[in-house]
């Protein structure tokens, strides 16, 4: 359950840094549109610096979120197998009881 619960914690920063990094590209894409407009190339050397930035971000929250879904599923898996092993054994407990009735 700790595992589960730190896994969901995990995703939740993870969503909130993708956040992050989507409002700097759309940042840096303002940025871009300006400064080619104004034919301001250091503010472009800027721009491009910033979607760098935030494509880097993405790609570590994404690779981040892929490897904490596979955990939780991993979790998932194992806590089912316990369920199913805990009513196998009690389904062969029900099962004696009747019979030594």
Do not use: P, W
Not at 72 to 77: M, Y
């Amino acid at each position: 359950m700790k595992k589960r619960k730190l896994s969901k914690q995990t995703e939740k920063e993870l969503r909130y840094g993708i956040t992050k990094a989507k409002n700097l590209f759309e940042e840096a894409n303002r940025r871009l549109a300006t400064a080619i407009q104004n034919k301001d190339f250091t503010e472009m050397t800027v721009a491009q610096g910033l979607l760098e930035i935030a494509k880097n971000d993405l790609d570590k929250a994404t690779v981040s979120m892929e490897k904490s879904k596979e955990q939780r599923s991993e979790i998932d898996h194992k806590r089912q197998k316990l369920i199913d092993s805990c009513m196998s054994r009690q389904r062969t407990t029900d099962a004696q009881s009747s019979s030594e009735k």
